[in-house]
């Protein structure tokens, strides 16, 4: 189970990359497992606000359907259009070419946030 | 349905089993304050023969429909049923079974329903329909539904008041709640009023729910409707009679994001007000918020074509409370009536129908306004296979003494609403003779 370092995690196994004022969103490759095959990822609109712990979108798998929760606050200034045609990219490549949303953030909620080896536990 | 009740001694032999004193025990969470301490006070058990008597003394003060002759529509119409429908629908895999959804088991069913769905969107011009709804009145409101999910932000519905009204309190009995409000557009005129409808778009408003032919029988302009409603952002939706669709422009080429209707007219009796079956087919943009079921076609691991349920996620069962809508079945049975219907008659068929029921029509409407005190209530407005006209008397009693003449008159607008007070609707369908409608002018004439 991939869970690189340098990222953090939510409890709801959404990653999250920050460089400098943007924070880049996606699903763990442990979330992509669970879920299955991906077939459709519905995600805001650049300009939405996005906040701590509330969700952002949802993502479809053959028999069920999931929110995503964002793991900070702030503006969506990108969106990954490439999951329209290819939703797959969220279980070929969780952290790569499968990001979701990225964050011009105002704030993050560090408390609530895991490090690779705290969001290996949980899921162990 | 089979109901075969548990006896005594099954009932002491379950409890044992289970180690249970007594069935009162098994419901003892709940609080005593609110079980019912005494026996339900149902009368005497009645046998097979008082049994049979009672339900037949109640279906004898129906009118039996097949010996009258019928002016009525509003949203039901006396159309011919091809014999080959009721035949074919009776086979015992259509009738008995129930939610056939089934891949393994039920491909005829799901290519039926495949098919069905494959024939609304050609009649309705749109680029996919779903497995059906229950009626006219719930799929238009499941199309204001769909409307303020699509248009997330939006919360006002338009619904003209040539919509049929039954549909629309259906509309916002389902639409209460949520911020939502419904507001109706007038139609004084017969038809939709364009330049109030001007007046109430705003980017408040989700959908603009029009029918097409409307309530009154009345033609409306659906492709101007529908372009005011897109240019403030709204959605189109477009309701209306099937059949209507031989001859008027469908919903597909006004421009509308959703067509709905009542499928009654195709192949389904009236039955005293149901089962009917509801028609939704919309823009494929908006195919991930369709309600309803929706059936696909495939192939399996060995290549082979088959027909399944698909985007499942749309509905309640799986998205719960962030579906558009709570339907997760369809009138299965219904809509292979009208499969088979549409399919028999085909386009060359269904728009001969319509042309019938536009000359029959506009030959009785003409006949009416003839008489002493009868006129159009609305001259000018072109129709489809109803009318409204404006009698001398009072409709009610108008009614009554065509009652007696084995005549269905038509339907007391004054009823519904008390500024129609003197109007009448009528409706005239392809099975309605000359002979029948020289009868029916003639007991107008000798009131």
Same mark, same amino acid.
């Given at each position: ?18 460089? $400098? ?66 939703? $797959? ?22 408390? $609530? ?12 | #349905? ?65 010996? #009258? ?12 049923? *091809? ?42 011009? #749109? ?37 049929? *009204? ?75 009679? *099937? ?47 369709? *309600? ?144 029948? #409608? ?10």
């Amino acid at each position: 189970m991939e869970i690189p370092k340098g990222f953090r995690y939510t409890k709801e196994h959404e990653w999250v990359l920050v460089e $400098d004022d943007l924070a880049t969103v996606g699903i763990t490759d442990y979330a992509q497992s669970e879920l299955g095959d991906v077939v459709f990822v519905e995600l805001p609109e650049i300009g939405d606000e996005v906040e701590a712990a509330e969700s952002f979108g949802t993502i479809e798998a053959v028999k069920t359907v999931s929110e995503l929760f964002s793991p900070l606050t702030g503006t969506v200034v990108e969106v990954n259009e490439l999951l329209a045609d290819s939703p $797959d990219l969220v279980n070929t490549d969780p952290y790569g070419k499968g990001w979701m949303i990225k964050v011009k953030y105002t704030e993050i909620p560090e408390e $609530d946030l895991l490090s690779a080896a705290e969001y290996r536990e949980m899921i162990s | #349905m089979r109901y075969t009740p548990h006896t005594e001694e099954e009932i002491q032999r379950m409890l044992e089993e289970i180690g249970v004193g007594s069935v009162d025990e098994l419901f003892r969470s709940i609080p005593k304050q609110v079980q019912q301490a005494s026996q339900l006070e149902l009368p005497h058990p009645l046998s097979e023969m008082e049994a049979i008597e009672l339900a037949e003394s109640l279906a004898r003060s129906n009118y039996d429909p097949d010996s #009258m002759v019928s002016f009525l529509g509003g949203g039901a119409y006396d159309h011919y049923i *091809p014999a080959a429908v009721d035949h074919l629908i009776s086979r015992s895999e259509f009738y008995t079974c129930y939610t056939p959804y089934q891949a393994e088991v039920s491909q005829g069913t799901l290519q039926a329903i495949y098919e069905y769905q494959s024939l609304i969107t050609r009649l309705t011009g #749109m680029d996919i329909a779903n497995a059906s709804g229950y009626d006219g009145a719930s799929v238009t409101a499941d199309a204001a539904l769909m409307a303020c999910a699509v248009k997330r932000g939006r919360s006002v519905i338009l619904v003209s008041e040539a919509l049929n *009204p039954a549909y629309r309190k259906v509309v916002e009995t389902c639409n209460s709640g949520g911020g939502k409000e419904v507001k109706t557009v007038p139609a004084g005129s017969g038809a939709t009023d364009t330049a109030a409808l001007g007046k109430l778009l705003d980017e408040k408003v989700a959908c603009v729910i029009v029918q097409n032919p409307n309530f009154f029988g009345v033609v409306e302009n659906t492709a101007e409707l529908c372009r005011l409603a897109q240019e403030a952002g709204a959605l189109a939706a477009v309701s209306g009679d *099937p059949v209507a669709l031989g001859l008027v422009i469908s919903p597909g080429e006004a421009g509308a994001d959703i067509a709905v209707g009542e499928g009654q007219s195709l192949g389904v009796p009236t039955s005293y007000g149901g089962p009917y079956l509801g028609y939704f087919a919309c823009r494929g943009e908006y195919k991930r918020q369709l *309600p309803g079921r929706l059936v696909g076609v495939t192939e399996d691991n060995q290549g082979r074509e088959g027909y399944v349920l698909t985007l499942q996620t749309r509905e309640q069962h799986i998205r719960r409370e962030k579906a558009t809508s709570n339907i997760c079945t369809n009138q299965s049975l219904l809509a292979l009536s009208a499969t088979i219907y549409m399919s028999l008659l085909g386009k060359e068929g269904i728009r001969h129908v319509a042309e019938l029921c536009l000359q029959k029509a506009h030959y009785l409407a003409g006949r009416i306004a003839g008489l002493a005190g009868w006129k159009l209530a609305w001259p000018d407005q072109p129709f489809f296979k109803e009318f409204v006209v404006e009698s001398p008397g009072p409709v009610s009693e108008i009614i009554d003494s065509l009652l007696d003449k084995g005549i269905l008159a038509g339907i007391d607008l004054g009823k519904i609403e008390k500024r129609h007070q003197g109007r009448m609707l009528v409706a005239v369908t392809e099975r309605r003779t000359r002979q029948q #409608m020289d009868r029916f002018v003639e007991a107008l004439a000798g009131l």
